[in-house]
């Protein structure tokens, strides 16, 4: 083997044999492979692309250059992922849910990127609580709760987070074969029986357009079943924010109502909830409108808050979080409403202008090693369609102090059209199966 000639063939438009790839994502994770090697790798699969058995072999072989995890239980081993949009904590109630319906899901999840939040820096908004486990303490959780939401150890996935880091330096994030086996590479690790993807389109998600997102859907979905995952996905619409909230604290408050029982609270994102969860639970080979109700239940009845409760306290928060949360979330210094200029009807919202303001609030990172302010964000966000009048309120800001509260009352404006009523979007748009 040789890296320069498997570069070559890259940069020649030629795809390297599948023990190529392989071996280069091992070289990425012990580190044969130089920066310099690895940066102009990226750069060539920028521009030229891999065949799909390519991007086949380079999922695997990022996967396969750590730790590889396998499992004993009595039932499905499931997960889904989400490619990230605003609003979007669908994870918080999916995993629960799912773990109320006799499903183990180890779900490694990441951190706030770019205007999207973390699923991690929302859980950890919940005081006490870490998602930095061991395997060894993962395991006792999914074991003993069902599920649990974790952030990847050192030992998952080596060869992704090196080249995620070149990549992020060198201009190649978007390329399509880069961010599949990217995402698959950690999904896959976790010794998944079945994932469902989550392929977000519009102006909170990274994929401005439907077209964008269902060429992302296929090439996960045809990489992941390539791989030996039984995977499909959902293309969903990310032109106004999943739940009526966007931050921390506020997006875990939203969840906890809807496992409370309380689905008006957040609509959307219960339907989406449920939609995903009935298609991953399908995979295993359920009928879909069965496991569609079976995950119904699971939330009104509570059975699923009784399971994100557990999943809390394993994780070193709260131990009654499912009876007292609204005492433990963190609560922001300043609060008010923004109120509409004109009257009209919701038209347009810029879901990536808005995901930034709560970054700029102290919500997200600016750059990686940057603080989280868990309690500031928006709530009670106003949806596109919703007719309005002059004075109602658009949203409420939770900010650490007034100048903070002002320039996100300003940036919320300014995301925000008020015009005609628009055409109705289908939450679900397409689906991509097997």
């Not at 557990?310 to 609204?326: I, K, N, S, T, Y």
Request: charge should be negative.
């Amino acid at each position: 083997m040789d890296t320069r000639a498997i570069i070559a063939k890259v940069r020649r438009q030629q795809t390297p044999t599948s023990e190529e790839l392989s071996w280069f994502a091992n070289g990425l994770a012990n580190m044969t492979v130089s920066d310099a090697q690895a940066g102009a790798f990226a750069m060539a699969v920028c521009l030229n692309g891999l065949s799909d058995a390519g991007r086949v072999a380079l999922t695997t072989g990022m996967r396969d250059s750590g730790d590889v995890l396998t499992w004993d239980f009595d039932g499905p081993v499931l997960d889904k992922h989400s490619t990230g949009g605003v609003g979007d904590c669908v994870s918080l109630i999916l995993a629960p849910a799912l773990a109320a319906c006799g499903v183990y899901v180890p779900m490694i999840s990441g951190r706030g990127l770019g205007h999207t939040g973390g699923t991690l820096d929302k859980l950890e908004a919940i005081p006490g609580l870490s998602t930095s486990v061991t395997e060894a303490k993962l395991r006792r959780i999914v074991g003993r709760v069902g599920c649990a939401i974790v952030s990847a150890t050192g030992s998952i996935a080596p060869a992704d987070k090196r080249l995620y880091a070149i990549r992020d330096v060198t201009a190649t994030v978007d390329s399509m074969d880069l961010i599949t086996a990217s995402i698959l590479a950690k999904k896959l690790a976790a010794g998944l029986g079945g994932l469902v993807l989550d392929v977000k389109a519009g102006s909170g998600a990274f994929m401005k357009t439907v077209d964008e997102a269902e060429a992302l859907a296929r090439a996960l979905v045809g990489t992941a079943n390539g791989a030996g995952c039984n995977t499909a996905a959902l293309v969903t619409d990310m032109n106004t924010p999943l739940a009526p909230a966007l931050g921390n604290a506020v997006e875990v408050a939203v969840c906890m109502e809807v496992l409370s029982g309380n689905i008006a609270a957040a609509p959307r994102l219960y339907e989406l909830s449920i939609a995903l969860g009935a298609r991953v639970l399908a995979l295993h080979g359920e009928d879909e409108k069965r496991a569609k109700a079976r995950l119904e239940k699971a939330i009104t009845s509570g059975d699923a808050m009784v399971k994100f409760a557990d999943m809390v306290a394993a994780l070193g928060g709260p131990p009654d979080m499912a009876d007292d949360w609204r005492t433990h979330l963190p609560k922001a210094a300043v609060t008010g409403d923004v109120q509409a200029a004109d009257d009209g009807y919701i038209s347009a919202i810029n879901g990536e202008a808005l995901g930034l303001a709560v970054v700029a609030m102290g919500g997200g990172r600016q750059v990686e090693t940057d603080p989280i302010n868990p309690a500031v964000g928006l709530s009670d966000m106003v949806n596109v369609g919703d007719k309005i009048s002059r004075g109602d309120a658009l949203c409420m800001i939770h900010a650490a102090d007034d100048d903070a509260a002002e320039a996100a009352a300003q940036a919320v404006r300014a995301a925000i059209t008020i015009g005609d009523a628009p055409d109705a979007m289908p939450l679900i748009i397409s689906r991509v199966d097997p």
